[in-house]
């Protein structure tokens, strides 16, 4: 039972241009979201999160919304840059943050072309 | 800060043996590690969560006596695959968080291949 889905496995956009990500939920328990980044043969990097009690986090180029009702997450970044090509994971957490256990979605392969 | 490094970052071998990988937190205490796997395509799944000098708490269907855990000091964790078989095969990562930590920090995983 996958409580944690990004549906889309792979993603190609144009730098400079705006990357959206998706993530979906089951479980409304889950009180804490991340995005984190990973490349080939390297741990996850831990990019962004977003409390249930918010709609909207910003970090830079990297936006995180939230919407609680239809247990839906997205992550934009913009504007995309070949650095970013990378597979971006999705994850929720039961409480105390992102230090807890993490639920992690299959990932979503983003690549930004020159 | 919060580097997380993982030991061997490749091991191959025979079936039957069995594989000791470590997890260091360089420069913070760690309360806390969690060791996950990652199977092609799939996302990762947590295996164990271990709190220092405390017996580590495993997910359901992870057998804890074919994964030993150890996590003997606060920048030291360590995951025993005993009696490994081709279908261990997989790529494990753990993480790690200190006591004032709100996120985990993620080593760089290491790939077993069992043949």
């Known amino acids: 039972d996958q409580q944690v889905k990004q549906n889309s496995p792979s993603l190609s956009v144009q730098e400079g241009r705006i990357s959206i990500l998706n993530c979906d939920y089951t479980n409304s328990m889950f009180d804490y979201f991340l995005w984190y980044k990973k490349y080939p043969a390297e741990g996850p990097t831990f990019l962004i999160s977003i409390s249930s009690i918010k709609d909207k986090n910003e970090d830079g180029r990297f936006t995180v919304f939230l919407n609680k009702s239809a247990k839906h997450l997205s992550l934009h970044i913009v504007p995309s840059q070949p650095g970013d090509s990378a597979v971006y994971f999705c994850a929720a957490s039961l409480g105390k943050g992102g230090s807890e256990k993490l639920v992690f979605g299959k990932g979503t392969k983003l690549t930004v072309n020159p | 800060g919060a580097v997380v490094s993982q030991h061997p970052s490749r091991v191959i071998c025979k079936s039957g043996t069995s594989v000791k990988i470590e997890c260091r937190s360089l420069?913070?205490?760690?309360?806390?590690m969690f060791w996950y796997r990652q199977f092609p395509k799939k996302s990762l799944m947590l295996m164990a969560t271990?709190?220092?000098?405390?017996?580590?708490?495993?997910e359901q269907g992870v057998e804890k006596d074919k994964f030993l855990i150890n996590h003997a000091s606060l920048t030291l964790s360590t995951l025993t695959v005993t009696s490994a078989h081709p279908e261990d095969s997989s790529f494990y990562i753990c993480s790690a968080r200190g006591a004032f930590h709100d996120t985990q920090y993620f080593g760089p995983g290491t790939r077993l291949t069992v043949l």
């Open positions: 271990s709190n220092e000098g405390s017996k580590a708490t495993y």
């Open positions: 420069d913070f205490q760690a309360t806390t």
